[in-house]
């Protein structure tokens, strides 16, 4: 494997073109030579980087590639304390695969996505990318619970439970648009903890883009604090 970059094979079967995560994005002009003619040759078309700092990128390398600062990902934390009183509307989502109405959410859970903001992925891609993610949710591939909300037997919310980092991980967290400002994201966060909580998690973290404001609001609300900043950058090959 390339050290500098490594081809991602679930992506690229998704978009039906190669794709790849830069790992060490070089700057003297040999080794950036050496880096588009791997690139070039392995025929990849988009690449994934991600930088603490914003780029200083070689000019060089912008006659290979156009090159987007497509998504600031912010990433909340706070310790895991006391639990609240549960909350009857909430429960574990029992179904194998995802009813309609939960492709729906998880789609609207995205809209501030990187792969939703790049003009150059196609909405249906987008939310291809989304049904996948919760399909793998609820059958528990990538998520340890998904619980939803249920406002007079109607699905209005769900979001899923994980672990990143030895940490609790909360995934995605979305209310149907006609449900929102009724305090139901901030019953699923609360849930969430709980259920953290009861399985001996003892801090917790969410990681969302800044361009959320409404996500952003809601955990600060909750209690969360900003703990690190990344920037996520897709080079497409010209």
């Known amino acids: 494997m390339n050290k500098q970059f490594e081809i991602l094979s679930w992506d690229s079967e998704l978009f039906q073109f190669k794709v790849c995560q830069i790992n060490d994005l070089p700057q003297n002009d040999k080794e950036l030579a050496s880096f588009i003619h791997e690139i070039f040759k392995e025929e990849i078309t988009l690449c994934y980087y991600r930088s603490i700092i914003k780029l200083a990128l070689p000019t060089a390398i912008s006659g290979f590639f156009d090159i987007n600062l497509i998504d600031r990902k912010t990433t909340y934390s706070k310790p895991l304390a006391e639990k609240v009183l549960?909350?009857?509307n909430i429960q574990p989502y029992k179904k194998s695969y995802p009813e309609?109405?939960?492709f729906d959410l998880a789609i609207q859970s995205g809209i501030y996505s990187r792969f939703n903001v790049d003009e150059k992925i196609s909405?249906?891609?987008?939310?291809e990318l989304y049904k996948l993610w919760i399909i793998n949710s609820v059958n528990k591939k990538i998520a340890k619970e998904v619980l939803v909300y249920y406002k007079q037997d109607e699905l209005a919310?769900?979001?899923t439970l994980g672990e990143k980092n030895n940490r609790a991980d909360i995934g995605i967290i979305a209310v149907d648009e006609k449900f929102?400002?009724?305090?139901?994201?901030?019953?699923l966060m609360s849930e969430a903890e709980n259920w953290f909580i009861d399985n001996g998690y003892h801090n917790i973290q969410v990681v969302t883009q800044e361009l959320n404001i409404p996500a952003c609001k809601l955990y600060e609300r909750c209690g969360y604090e900003k703990e690190s900043q990344e920037y996520f950058y897709h080079f497409w090959k010209k």
């Open 157 to 159: 919310g769900f979001v």
């Open 123 to 127: 909405t249906s891609t987008f939310e």
């Open 180 to 187: 929102r400002g009724k305090g139901i994201a901030r019953a």
């Open 100 to 102: 309609e109405k939960l």
């Open 86 to 88: 549960p909350n009857s």
